[in-house]
């Protein structure tokens, strides 16, 4: 009875000396090794013909490295490129590892890129991406970095708050009718592309997943194209946004080295992007458009960060 006596003392002085007890730092007292656990954040956005979601399938890839020299963590290789893949549990999004990362007292810095890519020579400073000609099978390049602020992750604190951030950049565009012309007109595709010979518009090169930079791309003469599954009839109040992503660019130096085009009643109307735009990571540019039936013209242009179009959605995922 003394001994037990004893313990309850001992005890209770050990959790008077603190009011920040925590049952999860105790649990890992001991100082063994915590599996990581990650949460993304990451924006989303919805069109009828684009849509940017992680969802049941979805694949990322890991990159960890000590916090303190940049190395691979425990200088086992098999962290360059931890692959990670969603699955559905009560309709709640979760993560797969593989393999998992276990952590000790050094803390570590997590970069994480989507969509995932096997490769044997893994560069997280030079990932290939690439705008398809479809312009519908264009991936959505993502590059995740630690929110500032958070505590040390390590065994103590497994938990890294990631948050998932656009490399390319996405145009939308709005088409709509001027009051005075009639007619009935459809409108079938959208085209981007360089003028002939240009090179201001890229569509390869290496992202840079600690950065979000893309770099190593030379510009072309390939296009990338969104056809509509439905043609859209165009009228005076605009209709849905019509979305594609593009590699970001500085490079237009004068009208017309990059071009819009637009197919309507199977005629090709072209769009001159003006000189000095640029398109920058991560972010959406809404052009608003007149059509007249023989031209279009710039009615307004505006910037924005890349953020839904139908409200402003937030989806959390974790690793488990």
């Known amino acids: 009875m003394n001994k037990l006596l004893l313990f309850m003392m ?17 649990e890992n007292s001991g100082m063994k090794e915590q599996p990581l656990r990650i949460i993304t954040k990451a924006l989303t956005t919805k069109s009828p013909n684009f849509m940017q979601e992680f969802t049941n399938g979805s694949v990322i890839g890991l990159h960890v490295v ?6 691979i963590y425990d200088s086992n290789t098999d962290y360059k490129n931890v692959r990670a893949e969603a699955y559905l549990v009560s309709n709640r999004l979760n993560w797969r590892q593989s393999p998992e990362i276990y952590l000790h007292e050094e803390p ?6 989507y969509p995932y890519q096997s490769q044997v020579d893994f ?11 479809d312009a519908s099978l264009t991936k959505d390049y993502m590059y995740g970095i630690q929110a500032s602020g958070q505590r040390a992750v390590n065994q103590i604190s497994p938990v890294a708050l990631l948050n998932m951030n656009h490399t390319l950049s996405l145009l939308s565009f709005q088409l709509r009718m001027t009051p005075e012309t009639e007619g009935c007109f459809l409108l079938h595709a959208i085209q981007i592309g360089n003028k002939a010979g240009g090179t201001a518009l890229c569509f390869m090169g290496k992202m840079n997943i600690k950065t979000g930079n893309i770099r190593g791309c030379a510009g072309t003469n390939a296009s990338t194209r969104l056809k509509l599954n439905t ?13 594609l992503m593009v590699i970001p660019t500085s490079r237009i130096r004068t009208d017309g080295d990059v071009e819009v085009l637009f197919i309507i009643n199977g005629t090709t109307f072209k769009y001159k992007v ?29 910037t924005s960060g890349w953020l839904p179009v139908e409200g402003n959605m937030e989806k959390r995922t974790e690793i488990l």
């Open 10 to 26: 001992i005890t209770a002085s050990i959790f008077s000396c603190t009011n920040d007890y925590d049952p999860g730092l105790i």
């Open 66 to 71: 000590a916090e303190n020299t940049g190395n």
């Open 108 to 113: 570590v810095t997590v970069y994480a890129y």
């Open 123 to 133: 560069d997280p400073e030079n990932i290939p991406i690439r705008i398809s000609p």
């Open 231 to 243: 043609p859209l009839m165009l009228k005076e109040i605009p209709g849905e946004p019509q979305q």
């Open 274 to 302: 003006p000189a000095d735009t640029k398109w920058e990571k991560g972010k959406r540019y809404k052009y608003d458009l007149l059509f007249n039936g023989k031209e279009i013209t710039l009615e307004n242009v505006s």
